[in-house]
């Protein structure tokens, strides 16, 4: 995250980059390096000026960013912070200028092979090192020159004119994610009406091919429909339907025939019966009596062997 110090960190980091690499040489010492108004340099040989923000108009980074808590922050603010570092040397007059143009090779020299701040020279107090901090010199032509340091009120020095940037300072604005459970009911039963989902399958009849699918039932009505087709078309086929039709009269005419020879045959079996009855009737009648007359017969043999 970048707060709303990163113009200021910014500043830091450039500065301790060019300490790191212009000392002791070109300059003796690092406290001759600084972040300064032109006017008020006071013993800074090399001093960093900064001279104008504008916003990043290059539409980088501009959609709101979900949190880890899933909380989402606004849009940060994009900008491009714009320097002009300049050399006043301590050496003497006929020195003078060839030692500021040797401290200006050396700071060009340095930012072109350091086009991003390394992360090392930024301040420790940041909640992230920041990264990827893109440093580009300005190609400005000498009118535009002029005007800054008019600006400054100073005439035209030797200097050269950079820009950092994008950087972005994150908003304060984070919007908490709304609840899903805002009220919570005790002692009520609370439920999700679940949906019914349907699954209907639809089949062409020129798609059952299965000979499985037909039942014989169907199969006798076509065979039906059929020979009904063909005697529709064909004399024959009226002749084959009074066929058919005497056959069924004469099955009807065997089915009661034989239904009478059934009754038939019952009420003879019936009477045979009757007759086998009524016969073994008379038999036991006539066994009866013979047993009578044979114990009859014993008993008169008896009582004349008494007389005797």
């Not at 039963?189 to 014989?216: A, L, V, W």
């Not at 429909?225 to 099955?251: K, M």
Request: overall charge negative; aromatic content about 6%; glycine content about 6%.
């Amino acid at each position: 995250m970048s707060k709303y110090t990163i113009i200021s960190d910014i500043g830091k980091g450039i500065l301790a980059l060019l300490r790191d690499k212009l000392v002791p040489d070109p300059v003796d010492k690092a406290e001759s390096i600084g972040i300064c108004d032109p006017k008020e340099r006071g013993g800074y040989i090399v001093g960093i000026h900064p001279y104008d923000i504008k916003e990043d108009t290059s539409g980088t980074a501009n959609e709101s960013k979900t949190l880890p808590d899933g909380s989402v922050q606004d849009p940060p603010a994009m900008i491009e912070l714009y320097y002009v570092i300049s050399v006043s040397s301590k050496a003497e007059i006929e020195y003078k200028a060839l030692d500021e143009a040797k401290i200006i090779g050396k700071i060009i020299q340095i930012l072109k092979d350091n086009p991003t701040i390394p992360a090392r020279y930024m301040p420790n107090n940041l909640d992230m090192s920041i990264d990827n901090v893109p440093v580009s010199m300005l190609p400005l032509n000498m009118e535009e020159k002029v005007k800054v340091w008019t600006m400054f009120g100073e005439s035209y020095k030797l200097s050269v004119f950079y820009v950092v940037g994008p950087v972005a300072i994150d908003s304060e604005n984070i919007h908490k994610p709304k609840k899903r459970v805002e009220e919570v009911y005790i002692g009520m039963s609370q439920f999700e009406r679940k949906k019914d989902i349907k699954f209907e399958t639809f089949i062409k009849e020129e798609d059952i091919d299965d000979e499985y699918t037909h039942r014989p039932d169907e199969d006798e009505d076509e065979e039906e429909e059929e020979s009904d087709d063909y005697g529709s078309d064909d004399e024959s086929g009226d002749d084959s339907d009074e066929d058919l039709s005497s056959d069924e009269d004469t099955d009807s005419e065997d089915s009661s025939e034989e239904s009478e020879l059934g009754d038939d045959s019952e009420s003879d079996e019936d009477s045979l019966d009757s007759e086998s009855d009524s016969e073994e009737s008379e038999l036991g009648e006539e066994t009866g009596s013979d047993s009578e007359d044979d114990v009859s017969d014993d008993d008169s043999d008896i009582t004349f062997e008494d007389g005797e």
